[in-house]
């Protein structure tokens, strides 16, 4: 099994740009799918994009569709999420996560279900 560590948060103003990673350690990263999902206080956990193992495939939540993208290095063991036009409301902690059952595309509503986790990176936009 990996392990899963989120790099890469911190403060930016609105309209800014932030690029977080996840490391993984492990040999068998290639065979996972990943995803990146986001928590503010007091609200459930957001999905906000996956991608296949293999990277050929992505999918965004509508929140994040064109200022989000999600890629990966399976050489690097490492998945990235690059979030421009940053807005006030994306400034919760962001964790990524990954499992070898679940395809990406159903990381949106199966998030409950993945095998694997990071600890979470903080992410805030100041207006």
Do not use: H
Request: hydrophobic content about 35%.
């Amino acid at each position: 099994q990996v392990q899963l560590v989120e790099s890469g948060g911190g403060l930016v103003q609105t309209g800014g740009s932030l690029r977080l990673s996840c490391a993984a350690t492990g040999r068998t990263f290639s065979y996972y799918d990943m995803g990146w999902f986001r928590r503010s206080p007091g609200k459930d956990r957001e999905f906000v994009a996956a991608i296949t193992w293999s990277g050929g495939n992505r999918y965004y939540a509508d929140s994040v569709k064109g200022r989000f993208t999600i890629s990966r290095d399976n050489g690097k063991n490492t998945g990235y999420l690059q979030m421009n036009s940053l807005k006030p409301e994306d400034t919760p902690v962001y964790y990524c996560a990954a499992d070898r059952a679940v395809a990406a595309p159903l990381f949106m509503t199966r998030g409950g279900y993945l095998e694997v986790w990071g600890q979470g990176t903080l992410v805030t936009v100041s207006s």
